[in-house]
């Protein structure tokens, strides 16, 4: 098991949160009609994006929706999925340079998937997204990433969409995880000649193999993160390495999952 001191300080480096016109535009998000709320794990409310808020992302990635960690973090893509899309990143070079937003701002109930794709088109919702896209990216902007088809249908349905090149992957949480590693393999050496790497970065790191392994992950850096926040937080190498294995810090409480998560930190 890798060990953590929970006793550690904060880091020095954290995440301020948005701008006050982007906040404003977060707090307007739309709301959905009474009978879809049910779609969605309505109670816990919107989470919004992870990374470069200020138009200097050389990768704009989208994905499906947030999940249990992300709630718990205020930021997206930041569990098991937001690991593996980080080990993705630091594949192409990329420490910092990129912004992580979803199709969908609340979180989907796994099977209700489906019924929930077709509000993406709901008009005012698109407005609302197609702004976000539109002011999160400028024009440092070399690719955009869209994994899963919820992210896929919210690009396909960006009417101001940067003429830059666009990969459209399986979502990190596919279950098809031999497909996902063979349409991420194939994604990375397009990207790497395409998007400029970042100083810190390594864009000579191994591509991935046959099977996911944890070295095809990374920590969430803490500048993604809000001030406070536990030292491990963003790093559940612990959990995939505990037995019984666990790939997320937080779930959804069995006994009322629509308003009760379960949240573990790691022994010091």
């Known amino acids: 098991m890798v060990s953590f001191d929970p006793g550690a300080p904060p880091?020095?480096?954290?995440?301020?949160?948005?701008?006050?016109?982007?906040?404003?535009?977060?707090?307007?998000v739309p709301?959905?009609?009474?009978?879809?709320?049910?779609?969605?794990?309505?109670?816990?409310?919107?989470?919004?994006?992870?990374?470069?808020?200020?138009?200097?992302?050389?990768?704009?990635?989208?994905?499906?929706?947030?999940?249990?960690?992300?709630?718990?973090?205020?930021?997206t893509l930041v569990g098991d999925a937001g690991q593996r899309?980080?080990?993705?990143?630091?594949?192409?070079?990329?420490?910092s340079s990129y912004v992580l937003v979803n199709a969908f701002p609340y979180a989907v109930h796994p099977g209700r998937v489906r019924q929930a794709l077709p509000l993406l088109q709901l008009p005012e919702h698109l407005r609302w997204r197609n702004h976000l896209l539109d002011v999160i990216t400028g024009r440092d902007l070399q690719a955009v990433v869209a994994f899963g088809g919820n992210a896929q249908e919210a690009l396909h349905l960006w009417n101001r969409a940067p003429d830059v090149p666009v990969f459209e992957v399986p979502h990190p949480s596919d279950h098809d995880t031999a497909g996902l590693l063979d349409a991420w393999r194939a994604a990375v050496p397009d990207l790497r000649a395409i998007v400029s790497p970042d100083p810190a970065g390594d864009p000579t790191t191994p591509n991935y193999g046959p099977e996911l392994l944890?070295?095809?992950?990374?920590?969430?850096?803490?500048?993604?993160?809000?001030?406070?926040?536990?030292?491990?937080?963003?790093?559940?190498?612990?959990?995939?390495?505990?037995s019984p294995r666990h790939n997320n810090?937080?779930?959804?409480?069995?006994?009322?999952?629509?308003?009760?998560?379960?949240?573990?930190?790691p022994h010091g």
């Open 11 to 28: 880091s020095a480096d954290f995440d301020p949160g948005p701008p006050k016109a982007l906040a404003r535009h977060f707090a307007a």
């Open 31 to 75: 709301a959905y009609a009474e009978e879809d709320r049910a779609l969605f794990w309505w109670d816990w409310g919107p989470v919004f994006y992870r990374g470069r808020l200020n138009g200097s992302a050389r990768l704009l990635g989208i994905a499906s929706d947030p999940g249990p960690t992300e709630r718990v973090v205020g930021r």
């Open 85 to 95: 899309v980080q080990g993705f990143l630091a594949k192409l070079g990329l420490t």
């Open 214 to 242: 944890e070295s095809d992950y990374r920590p969430i850096p803490a500048a993604d993160l809000p001030f406070g926040l536990p030292a491990w937080m963003g790093d559940d190498t612990w959990g995939r390495t505990a």
């Open 249 to 265: 810090a937080v779930a959804r409480a069995a006994a009322d999952p629509d308003h009760q998560l379960v949240w573990q930190a």
